[in-house]
């Protein structure tokens, strides 16, 4: 999928005599942009659909809401279906705890490792750095 042309003279656009109409075109332009790296991240990031774990970070998907006010959590546990699928899972977020889909949570960039001295104290380590959870 391919960018739309952001050379220098078309973000700053043509000198014009009417100002009201230039910056109707630059408010357009910028709405064109945002509208199609939204539908990039969809259809790109988020379609990827990684396996969820224990201590991944995720967006809930919730209906009402844009997607810049999707809370953001932490998977606490996993629960299997009988056919031994992960369906649900337990997500710790600043506003309490709460069951949700796995189908309604977005895995944001799961952490390349753990830090086996922390795994299990809310800690999360990527490397040889550790930081403590947020929510």
């Known amino acids: 999928m391919e960018l739309p042309d952001m050379t220098t003279?078309?973000?700053v656009g043509?000198?014009?005599t009417s100002t009201t109409m230039s910056r109707?075109?630059?408010w357009y332009y910028q709405r064109k942009i945002?509208?199609?790296l939204w539908h990039r991240w969809r259809k790109e990031y988020l379609t990827q659909k990684l396996e969820p774990n224990i201590g991944d970070t995720v967006l809930q998907c919730e209906d009402g809401q844009t997607?810049?006010?999707w809370?953001?959590?932490r998977i606490l546990e996993l629960y299997p279906s009988s056919d031994g699928m992960k369906r649900?899972?337990?997500v710790k977020t600043v506003a309490g705890t709460l069951v949700r889909s796995?189908?309604?949570l977005q895995l944001i960039e799961p952490p390349a490792t753990y830090c086996e001295t922390c795994m299990g104290e809310g800690v999360i380590g990527l490397a040889e750095l550790c930081w403590v959870a947020t929510f």
């Open 14 to 16: 043509k000198k014009s």
């Open 102 to 104: 796995i189908r309604k």
């Open 88 to 90: 649900s899972a337990l």
């Open 34 to 36: 945002l509208r199609h």
């Open 71 to 73: 809370p953001m959590g």
């Open 24 to 26: 109707r075109r630059r």
């Open 9 to 11: 003279r078309r973000l």
């Open 67 to 69: 997607r810049s006010n």
